[in-house]
C-alpha cells in the first residue's frame, strides 16, 4: 500500500512539474495604488522553452487586465497597449518599470502592500499559466540588474 501511494505521489509531482515546465514566471510583484487609482501596474520575468506569444490574461482584482510597454512619443515616455509580447525560445523577457509591464485596469479595491493578485496569463501555444503577483513597495529602478 505504501507502495502504491508513492508512485502515485511521484505521478503527480511529474504531471506539475511537466505542466509547469512549459514558460516560466518568476518574481512577479505589483505596485501598490491608493484609493480612487483605477489601474496599477505588474512587473514578472517569463521564460518560455519554445518561441510563444503572451496574448493577455485576467485577474478577479479588476476589471481588465492588458499588456504595455513605455515608448518615447517625442520628448516624453508614454505608455502604450501592446497586443501581445513575443517569448523567443529560452530567453528571459524582463518587465520591468521603465519597459514592458502588465496592468490591471478597472481595479475593485486598492492593492496593498504584502496582497497575493492571483493573474491568469494566456500564451498563444502554452495556453494558460496561474502566477501571483504580491504586491511590494520598491524603488523605480528595481527590475533593472546591476
Ligand atoms: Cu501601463
Redesign the pocket.
Known amino acids: 500500500m505504501k507502495i502504491v501511494e508513492l508512485s502515485l505521489a511521484t505521478a503527480l509531482s511529474l504531471a506539475a512539474t511537466v505542466s509547469f515546465a512549459q514558460v516560466k514566471a518568476e518574481a512577479a510583484w505589483a505596485r501598490p495604488t491608493v484609493v480612487g487609482q483605477q489601474g496599477g ?1 505588474g512587473y514578472l520575468s517569463l521564460t518560455s522553452p519554445a518561441a510563444d506569444r503572451l496574448l493577455g490574461g485576467s485577474t478577479p482584482v479588476a476589471r481588465r487586465f492588458e499588456l ?1 510597454t513605455m515608448a518615447m512619443k517625442g520628448d516624453v515616455m508614454e ?1 502604450r497597449q501592446l497586443d501581445a509580447i513575443e517569448l523567443p525560445a529560452g530567453r528571459k523577457v524582463d518587465f520591468k518599470p521603465g519597459g514592458l ?1 502588465v ?1 490591471f485596469i478597472g481595479l475593485k479595491a486598492p492593492l496593498k502592500v504584502g496582497d497575493k493578485v492571483p493573474v491568469t496569463l494566456k500564451f498563444e501555444k502554452a495556453g494558460e499559466l496561474k502566477v501571483v503577483f504580491e504586491v511590494a513597495n520598491k524603488p523605480v529602478d528595481a527590475g533593472h540588474k546591476p
Do not use: A, P
Open positions: 501596474g504595455h505608455m509591464h496592468m
